[in-house]
Structure formats: structure tokens, C-alpha cells
């Protein structure tokens, strides 16, 4: 899957990609973009990381689908313990 200019897939391993939206793109938004892939079983978890990370940007990304919204500036560690437990809810 592409969106265009600002975002793409990019295949890592047998069952494992990610995906990269913005946000605030023209035409459509990376939340458009992830309803859209929330309505297929086999697409990941998705993290949503955002520097617009307002209430209505969180609920809006968890409506659609997101398993986690993490704000910049962020830690590293920050986001390694999130993935871990976003990884660890999806395998349960």
C-alpha cells in the first residue's frame, strides 16, 4: 500500500511492515489511512506518533483503530516499552 506523498509501506520480515503516514497530508490523513487498514484482520498493531497529539488527535486515532498514540518529543525508551507492551497485547 502507498499514500502518495508522505507516507508508504516498507516490508521487514515475512509478517511484519510498517507504515507511514502523516498526519496532516493533502487530500487525506494518516487517521484516514489507518481507519482504512483497521478494517483488515491481518494489518499490525499500529502506534500513532504524532506531534499534533491533542485530546481530539488521540481519541480520533484510538476511534480508528490505533493501539497506542505516543506524543513528540518522546524518549527511545519510551517508545521501546510501548512497543513491547503493544506487541505483547497482540500476540495474547
Same mark, same amino acid.
Given at each position: 500500500?502507498?499514500?502518495?506523498?508522505?507516507?508508504?509501506?516498507?516490508?521487514?520480515?515475512?509478517?511484519?511492515? $510498517?507504515?507511514?503516514?502523516?498526519?496532516?497530508?493533502?487530500?487525506?490523513?494518516? #487517521?484516514?489511512? =489507518?481507519?482504512? %487498514?483497521? &478494517?483488515?484482520?491481518?494489518?499490525?498493531?499500529?502506534?500513532?506518533?504524532?506531534?499534533?497529539?491533542?485530546?481530539?488527535?488521540?481519541?480520533?486515532?484510538? $476511534?480508528?483503530?490505533?493501539?497506542?498514540?505516543?506524543?513528540?518529543?518522546?524518549? #527511545?525508551?519510551? =517508545?521501546?516499552? %510501548?512497543? &513491547?507492551?503493544?506487541?505483547?497485547?497482540?500476540?495474547?
Amino acid at each position: 500500500m502507498r499514500s502518495g506523498a508522505g507516507g508508504g509501506s516498507v516490508g521487514l520480515a515475512p509478517g511484519i511492515w $510498517r507504515d507511514t503516514f502523516e498526519l496532516r497530508m493533502s487530500g487525506w490523513s494518516g #487517521l484516514t489511512a =489507518l481507519e482504512k %487498514l483497521s &478494517r483488515d484482520p491481518k494489518v499490525p498493531p499500529v502506534v500513532v506518533i504524532t506531534a499534533f497529539g491533542s485530546d481530539e488527535v488521540h481519541e480520533r486515532a484510538e $476511534r480508528a483503530g490505533a493501539a497506542a498514540v505516543l506524543d513528540k518529543p518522546f524518549d #527511545l525508551p519510551d =517508545l521501546t516499552s %510501548l512497543g &513491547r507492551r503493544v506487541i505483547a497485547r497482540h500476540a495474547a
